[in-house]
């Protein structure tokens, strides 16, 4: 089974969606840099609603070991710059990120990555949600980016379309 690695943003909203439990059931353990668990103790700190991953039984807190490829992600956040030097001291490693640039690195490094809808679509697949609209609906009231065209793919993807009027 691969590493899989969380950024801050699935954890938030997942965690705010109430659909946080997902991950444990669909990977078992994940692995959280010590940068997102910052990130997310200092959006608690402004009294956002987060997770303390310190608290969850099935999340690793982790920091990497080098810091070799900071040049190369030092446009990213200390979360994402976190998650993707992880998978790259890792030898199968997933990594779970929503931002378009960091999903970029990724992409380049040639490391596999879903990010929160991923998650949720498989879910669905796995029978742990009887719907995504209310979720997706869900995400997206909470600010979380979302263009008209990813979305009819996603509900496309879980067999939604015909519901969601696609």
Not at 76 to 98: K, Q, S
Not at 143 to 166: C, D, H, K, P, Q
Request: aromatic share 2%.
């Amino acid at each position: 089974m691969p590493d899989v690695i969380c950024n801050t943003s699935p954890l938030q909203y997942l965690h705010q969606i109430g659909q946080l439990e997902l991950l444990p059931r669909l990977v078992s353990r994940v692995v959280v840099p010590t940068a997102v668990a910052k990130e997310l103790a200092e959006g608690r700190r402004r009294g956002l609603d987060l997770p303390v991953p310190e608290t969850l039984p099935w999340i690793d807190l982790c920091a990497p070991a080098s810091e070799q490829v900071i040049r190369l992600v030092a446009d990213l956040g200390p979360g994402e710059t976190g998650v993707l030097l992880l998978a790259l001291e890792r030898t199968d490693p997933v990594v779970i990120l929503d931002d378009a640039l960091a999903r970029r690195h990724a992409e380049i490094l040639r490391i596999p990555m879903t990010g929160t809808l991923g998650i949720l679509l498989d879910a669905k697949r796995s029978g742990l949600v009887p719907a995504l609209i209310p979720l997706i609906d869900d995400l997206q009231r909470l600010g979380f980016r979302l263009s008209e065209r990813t979305r009819n793919a996603v509900l496309r993807m879980a067999g939604e379309a015909t519901y969601a009027g696609i």
